[in-house]
């Protein structure tokens, strides 16, 4: 069993920065992979980045490609997700979550989420 917290979530105006973090504990390995996706009121929940547990092989969705970077600390148990240029459309809950196989874009591979913390951006 992985067990994921987020934290680092607010308000934030337009054009700011924000770090949200993830921290996970339980039973990992090497092969798993952490991702970021958001949901907004009304709407499904949306990839956002990934990047392997050890650090390597990010990616990214085109809406945050150069705003946002996912960084990944082993040893500490913690994902990172540096948000910059912050924009309204990015409003949205964002939640962490883990998975080892499959399409790495489709939430319905990752079984390991965590509760999600709030973003809001004014403008």
């Known amino acids: 069993q992985v067990k994921l917290v987020e934290s680092g979530g607010g308000l934030v105006q337009a054009g700011g920065s924000m770090r949200l973090l993830c921290t996970f504990s339980?039973?990992?390995?090497?092969?798993?992979?952490m991702g970021w996706f958001r949901q907004a009121p009304g709407k499904e929940r949306e990839y956002v980045a990934t990047i392997n547990l050890i650090g390597t092989s990010p990616y990214y969705a085109n809406s945050v490609k150069g705003r946002f970077t996912i960084s990944s600390d082993s040893a500490k148990r913690t994902v990172y997700l540096q948000m910059n240029n912050l924009q309204s459309d990015d409003s949205a809950v964002y939640f962490c979550?883990?998975?080892?196989?499959?399409?790495?874009?489709?939430?319905?591979?990752?079984?390991?989420w965590g509760q999600g913390t709030q973003v809001t951006v004014s403008s």
């Open positions: 339980g039973r990992t390995s090497t092969d798993y992979r």
């Open positions: 979550g883990a998975m080892q196989d499959g399409d790495i874009f489709n939430r319905a591979n990752y079984p390991y």
